[in-house]
């Protein structure tokens, strides 16, 4: 007789568990690195103290450096050419970038300790920098050839006027360029301990908006600027192997390579890295693990070269231009500085018009 409370009916699960078990090897699983996602790349803490130092030594060169460029330029009793009107403006662009590299020095280090606001200023202003000298730099290039190669041309038209007026423009496309700066935030880093300063979009739109931002970046902050410079450069160079007068002509021709050198090597590599990143993010370029990483690495080192393009104005003038030397000389001595001395300077008006007043 059962006993009314046992189950009449008994399984077995040993017999079970017998034909379902197996051995899970997976000796044989290799994980695919092309799948794998990408992590962010970690720099030596001595690589930060020499970035972070790199970052200072540039703002002690550049904020000197353009306020000198103002003061001898501001200070002028004579009415301002339009070069030198653009190069007055280039130096306050210059400031405006040098005046974020602290708080950049200070991100390498520590993080972004600054806060979400001025996350979104500092990084406004070095954008409305970024494309206002680099379209200043292009407004003189297209007024010197206007002088040099078109100077009747330029005789007739209100020069004057119409350089306020490009100033402004420069500064309005510059200020609505940077707007995307509006989309930066501080967030903790997903490698490291410290928060950093980085652009934050809609993570459906994401690839969009970064893709679009970065063509507005080359076309407009590199490939049409170059465009422009390098023919109107190469033009006026042609003109001035024509002129005469051969110390004046080398001058004048060895400040526009050197200007436009700079910008090359200071700007180039930059461009390039963030291209590479950007055929990445688009799948143009196979995503492939090491190559990401060393474009992540390149795209931080060149930006740092093109940071040194703030302090490269100004040294630029005060070794290769002799009338910013001159000029610079006479100030001195007016605040007393220097020793008082004659200071004489003979230029023809074929000087003034190949040359402005500070190359």
């Not at 030596?44 to 330029?73: E, H, K, Q, R, W």
């Not at 190069?87 to 005046?99: G, I, M, N, T």
Request: aromatic letters at 10%; one cysteine or more; hydrophobic letters at 50%.
């Amino acid at each position: 007789m059962t006993d009314p409370n046992t189950s009449s009916l008994t399984l077995d699960f040993d017999s079970i568990y017998d034909e379902l078990n197996f051995t899970y090897n997976d000796s044989e699983f290799i994980l695919n690195p092309d799948t794998q996602p990408c992590g962010s790349f970690s720099l030596p803490d001595a690589v930060m103290v020499v970035v972070s130092t790199f970052y200072v030594l540039v703002f002690l060169l550049a904020i000197p450096g353009n306020l000198v460029v103002g003061l001898v330029i501001g200070l002028s009793k004579q009415m301002l050419p339009p070069s030198d009107l653009y190069l007055l403006h280039l130096a306050v662009a210059d400031l405006l970038l040098a005046v974020t590299l602290p708080f950049w020095a200070v991100s390498v280090m520590w993080g972004w300790v600054f806060g979400d606001a001025m996350c979104k200023i500092v990084t406004i202003l070095q954008e409305l920098s970024f494309y206002s000298s680099i379209l200043f730099l292009t407004c003189i290039s297209m007024d010197r050839y206007m002088v040099i190669v078109r100077a009747m041309d330029a005789r007739k038209a209100n020069r004057q006027r119409v350089s306020w007026g490009v100033c402004a423009a420069v500064w309005a496309v510059g200020a609505l360029l940077s707007l995307p700066g509006l989309f930066s935030s501080s967030l903790p880093s997903q490698n490291i301990s410290h928060t950093v300063c980085i652009e934050r979009y809609d993570p459906g739109s994401a690839n969009n908006w970064r893709l679009a931002t970065r063509i507005l970046r080359h076309a407009l902050g590199f490939f049409i600027p170059l465009a422009i410079m390098l023919p109107c450069y190469g033009v006026t160079i042609r003109r001035l192997l024509h002129v005469r007068g051969g110390y004046q002509r080398q001058r004048a021709m060895r400040v526009i390579v050197v200007v436009v050198v700079a910008f090359l090597l200071c700007w180039t590599p930059y461009h390039i890295a963030v291209m590479a990143d950007s055929f990445f993010r688009t799948k143009i370029v196979p995503y492939q693990c090491p190559a990401r990483m060393a474009v992540d690495q390149a795209m931080f080192a060149t930006q740092s070269l093109g940071l040194l393009h703030s302090c490269v104005n100004p040294l630029l003038y005060a070794f290769v231009g002799e009338k910013f030397r001159t000029r610079l000389l006479q100030l001195m001595r007016k605040v007393g500085v220097l020793e008082r001395a004659s200071v004489t300077t003979s230029r023809s008006s074929l000087s003034s018009e190949i040359t402005s007043t500070i190359m």
